[in-house]
T-cell receptor
């Protein structure tokens, strides 16, 4: 079967660092994506990892370990506008459709 | 142009109506997608077009009918919907299958 796990909710303080974890068990693996979605809006692409290691993009970084079926999204210098749902999605299998996690709702408090 | 546009933004329709949702992208992407999203749930894939051909149909009821008139346009024709079909309908596009997808703002559909 195909399964992606992420924490349901997280809270953090403005200016702090937060790490959102994602573990996956899929029949194949062709890459992992992180998306941000504010309430009532469309998902926005954040990052893509296909090889092991850390990808850094400004305040956001994403890490992948294929052997462990594990990824995390690291958000630094948190801002109030970072309060959103963060979705982990895996490209698995030959048809290349994305398998989506249920999302992690992050609340950033002042 | 790095946007995916969708019209209308909001749509209210009765169960006997026929309506269409429209999506357009000018990024030269060759894959386009329709998703349905309910509150506090991830997007649920409905259809995928690759090079203007239907690539994936996730066993969607026939009251939803997709159409890809050309490489930039994607339509979703709606007929005889049910109240449980009320949701946010998202269009997305990507350079090819399996790479990063870019979403339009969505159409908020309410079926009465």
């Amino acid at each position: 079967g195909q399964n992606i796990d992420q924490p349901t909710e997280m809270t953090a303080t403005e200016g702090a660092i937060v790490q959102i974890n994602c573990t996956y068990q899929t029949s194949g693996f062709n890459g992992l994506f992180w998306y941000q979605q504010h309430a009532g809006e469309a998902p926005t692409f954040l990052s893509y990892n296909v090889l092991d290691g850390l990808e850094e993009k400004g305040r956001f970084s994403s890490f992948l370990s294929r052997s462990k079926g594990y990824s995390y999204l690291l958000l630094k210098e948190l801002q109030m506008k970072d309060s959103a749902s963060y979705l982990c999605a895996v490209n698995a299998g030959n048809n290349r459709k994305l398998i989506w996690g249920l999302g992690t709702s992050l609340a950033v408090n002042p | 142009d790095t946007e995916v546009t969708q019209t209308p933004k909001h749509l209210v329709m009765g169960m006997t109506n026929k309506k269409s949702l429209k999506c357009e992208q000018h990024m030269g992407h060759r894959a386009m997608y329709w998703y349905k999203q309910k509150a506090k749930k991830p997007p649920e894939l409905m259809f995928v077009y690759s090079y203007e051909k239907l690539s994936i149909n996730e066993s969607v009821p026939s009251r939803f009918s997709p159409e890809c008139p050309n490489s930039s346009l994607l339509n979703l024709h709606l007929h005889a919907l049910q109240p449980e079909d009320s949701a946010l309908y998202l269009c997305a596009s990507s350079q090819d299958l399996g790479v990063d997808q870019y979403f339009g703002p969505g159409t908020r559909l309410t079926v009465t």
